[in-house]
Nanobody, 115 residues
Framework: QVQLVESGGGLVQAGGSLRLSCAAS????????MGWYRQAPGKQRELVAT???????NYADSVKGRFTISRDNAKNTAYLQMNSLKPEDTAVYYC?????????WGQGTQVTVSS
């Protein structure tokens, strides 16, 4: 089992930046993809960005050019740099880590963007 702890959420004005971190512990050997999803009130959880162990990335169209996902394999930590934040980015952001046979989730961190 992989345990994930997110940090870095908070309140920011539109146009501002935040950096989320996701630290993995436990059975971290052979973690494949890590990434972030988000869930706004009344909406389904949606993909934000993912990164494989080899560094390949994938982004939702809504965040391309504004968000950057990265990963420090030595620290077992993934990061999400969020720039040019918009009020519609307000959500709880969840980190995930994929390691056979399944996916682990963090507890979530709130990001609120004021207009």
């Amino acid at each position: 089992q992989v345990q994930l702890v997110e940090s870095g959420g908070g309140l920011v004005q539109a146009g501002g930046s935040l950096r989320l971190s996701c630290a993995a512990s436990g059975r971290i050997f052979s973690i494949n993809a890590m990434g972030w999803y988000r869930q706004a009130p009344g909406k389904q959880r949606e993909l934000v960005a993912t990164i494989t162990s080899g560094g390949s990335t994938n982004y939702a169209d809504s965040v391309k050019g504004r968000f950057t996902i990265s990963r420090d394999n030595a620290k077992n930590t993934a990061y999400l740099q969020m720039n040019s934040l918009k009020p519609e980015d307000t959500a709880v952001y969840y980190c995930h880590a994929d390691r056979f046979p399944g996916r682990s989730w963090g507890q979530g961190t709130q990001v609120t963007v004021s207009s």
